[in-house]
């Protein structure tokens, strides 16, 4: 059996702007292209030694189109003889794509990859079937939506039914997002994020200009009482709205992924141990639920419990879905979500995993924590959880 042990040698992400706002003029490719190279360059690796690079993107049309890992290689200098791909698992792409870079190892195909994503939601907006009322988009053939007659919805009506099921409540939501921002703000005022950064500028043309240091979307002080008074979005008697809903965002991340041997043979420092790599598949209708599947699953393959886990990141595509994830496994605050999550820093969706995963792994270490685990919940019922071991 093949005992090759895979670690994170290095992680790094650019800050997360707004849609229409600080990242806005950065073509997705060179956005991402300008992650790898910061990668490259801060771990001081050889780029020919790369064997692979592995990007996650959900929205593969327009300036995302045509294989846009390739395109972020060619952007970033790399050398033209390394190979890209990318990779859809909607919004668990950049951590699905960290996944493949890791078994990639395991099963000793590469000795070094690159594992990341972006998404340029500025520049490749969401199609109209994501939004509120509009129909189903042409990607359901006629024999799935015979299957489920009639009852597919896009994620956001899906959020109103997780919320019935689970009972949870409009002023739980809208605390949970109020605790989101806080928690980000304070994480970016203690230079929580500070490590991780790519060095960046609005202006992809003026590299020396402004530097962009933080997350875009984070609020220093959250208004609960004008939280309280926004309409809600996916039904009139509904809980979800606008506040308590991941941002729509741009964004790029790059994980460094190798075999341990290799890496200390090679003067690198391996920071993480992958646990567990896992996916699950639920109910396409409420589309929620996998991630507590996939978590299961986790567990058990690295032979922990939920008490063993030092730190939880589930992602806030919704604040609901945190909040049933705690509930279900009786989550202690004090470990769920420590630096706020998508609902504050916001969600480019094809880069998600992978900056969450670097987020991870830089709290703990910074907190000295052991063990953390990721799980995010995907359109249409699937969902990827991580788990990995601080070295």
Known sequence: MNTRETVIVDAVRTPVGRRGGVLSQWHPADLLGHTLRHLVERSGIEPSTID?????????????SSNIARHAVLSAGLPESLPAVTVDRQCGSGQQAVSFAAQGVMAGGYDLAIAGGVESMSQVPMPSAFLPGAPLGPQYGPLELERYDGRLMAQGPSS???????????????????????RAYAATQAGAFTKQMVPISADPHDPDGPRIIADEGIREHP?????AGLKTVFAEDGRTTAANASQVSDGAAALLIADRDYAQQHGLTPRARFRAMTVAAADPVIQFTAVLDATRKALKVAGLSV??????????????????F????????DKLNVNGGSVAIGHPLGSTGARMLT?????????????????????????NTTIIERI
């Open 359 to 383: 987020d991870l792994l830089c709290e703990l270490e910074r907190s000295g924590k052991k063990l953390g685990l990721q799980t995010i919940c995907e359109a249409h019922g699937t969902a």
């Open 160 to 182: 109103e039914l997780m919320n019935e099921r689970f009972e949870l409540t409009r002023e739980a939501l809208d605390a949970y997002s109020v605790r989101s921002h806080e």
């Open 326 to 333: 705690q509930r279900e496994f009786d989550i202690p605050d």
């Open 52 to 64: 692979d690079v592995i990007a996650g993107c959900v929205l593969q049309h327009d300036q995302q």
């Open 223 to 227: 208004d609960p009482e004008k939280m």
């Open 307 to 324: 008490a063993d886990i030092d730190l939880f990141e589930v992602n806030e595509a919704f604040a609901g879905v945190p909040l049933m």
